[in-house]
């Protein structure tokens, strides 16, 4: 029974997307690690002129050594990489500068992050999994029906998937929050609401969590459609299709024939939208002030604060990394030729 | 092929539109004002005298629009251009060779194609303090190309069984010179196709970039998206942007026709050059 286990080729497969996965997270993490290298001048250097107005040489020395080792940016080369391994592998991820703001003493960046990332699940995986089952769902539907609805259906999904999301989610506050006094404008609770664990907070929450979704959504909404209606179109022109059709299947028979076909290209699909939605959900929390790990990221940016800019860049190839592995999992089970290793 | 591309309405339409856009990058800013001067009265509503209206800094916005047009156009041709490159190269010549060769181009792929692209060039944008509008091009070229690459792969692996593409390879021809002579110039149309994908693509990416700051230097270089960040920028906080309307509302406008048209353009040529979808 055991033997069996280990011999079927789904395991096989798994095995081999384990070890793919290993080697990108190795790569990423070298990359992550050498990049910041090549910075002329150094981190530190960045971050002293911040803390005071005006110093002497030699109080800027100390205050610069003292930082250069309390940040172990002191050491060679190579104890920094040897360091910065066994950060990742303990998931301690290391301090961020102290860059004034909200961070204003060295907080470890995991605690940074941690508050950070329901923020951007919260925006990701709806998004993602609400967009992927009702867009295939519009578009499955319009190759069906055909003729001019599906023409239509065509138009909008197209056009909607090449909208700005920037630009869109800021029409949106334009028209929804501002001209129609819909949804609250930016920010993710109202000014001068106390956080707390009840109803009225997470309405709140809610009803600032409408447009970034919407902005995000209606984008991924035409992409899932246009690719599902061409597939649908694809698969319903096939020989199964016309053969099953002349034997006299019910349409919605040979329907659910060409869907589960047609599904499947867009099933290899997550793994690109999923890429791209994690690029443009750091985007959309920038314009929104929606507290998530890319407005995170983005602040860390402008403050060059470099421990904090990788702990944010680790935690998302982590999301994206697991996100995609998830999915070819999720495909190996899905498609029949990879669960049982024939055809 | 021409007669059919020039019969397709799509095509046809799609490249009007792209025309009259790329004559306005090109004509646009050697008539208008200059982009980054700011002695103009401020927040100007459209009128005769200023087309779409002036920034809060005193700049003219359709002059801004026109050269960040041509900037974006530029940024295109780069990113596109380079991008096919990257792609033909990593997917045309290993697919070809097969065996090494194939397995390592598709694995340097597959690595990069993991790579979440928008927070890749935030990192870097870090790592480069001083962005030229060239080198946010080059950077979106090398990020961009990873799923060209898998297509143009896929296009080779069904070309190289071809006879034609046989009979090279049994007259004694090098790989390198059969590929150059013979499996490319069959699929000139397919990678003119995937150039116009990665062209809107680096359109996009760079116009997110500026939009949240890490593109080009606005002070230097007037792009959409810096339009719409410089509008965010100056009026934070509560959206006070919406008053000026007329600053934000343009560049995105055009950026959503520009990829748009591009997308009706590619769907025009996919019916010409794809026989399954053959209809005119």
Redesign the interface.
Known sequence: MMKSVFTHPFTKFVCKKVVFYLIVSFVALNFVFFIPQFIPGDPISFLIPRQGAYMTRELYEQIRSYYMSYFGLDKPLFDRYINFWRQILTGDLGRSFPTGGPISWPLPVAQAILPRLPYTLALVIPVLLISFFLGNWIGAKAAFVGGKWSELVYFFSVFSNRLPSFWFGMILVFLLAIKAGLFPDVGYMTLGRIPAWDLATFIDVLRHYCLPFLSLFIIYLGGWATGMRSMMIHEMDSGYVRYSEQLGFRKNKSMSYAKRNAILPQFTGINLYLNALIGETAIIEIIFGWPGIGRLMYDAVLDKNSPLIIGCFLIIMVIVIFGNFLVDILYGFIDPRIRTGRG | MLELLLRSRKFIGGLAVVVTIIMFGIIGPMVTRNPQATDLPRNQPPSWEYPLGTTSFGEDVFAQLCTGIRNSLFVGLLGGGLGTLFAVLFGALGSYKGGWADEASNFVT??I???????????????L?QRSLFLVGLLIALTGWP?AARCVRSQVLSLKEREFVNLARISGMKDRTTVITEVLPNMLAYILMVFVLLAGGAI?AE??MS????GPDRFQCATL?NM?FSA?QYHP???H??YI?WW??P??LV??ML??VI??LHAGMDEVFNP?LRRV
């Open positions: 597959n690595v194609m993991v790579f979440p692209v928008l927070p890749l060039l935030l990192f870097l944008a870090y790592v303090q799923w996009i116009a997110g939009a949240v700051g890490v998206g719409i965010i906080g509560v959206p942007w919406s309307w934000f509302i560049p995105g950026l959503t990829l748009s997308f009706v399954r």
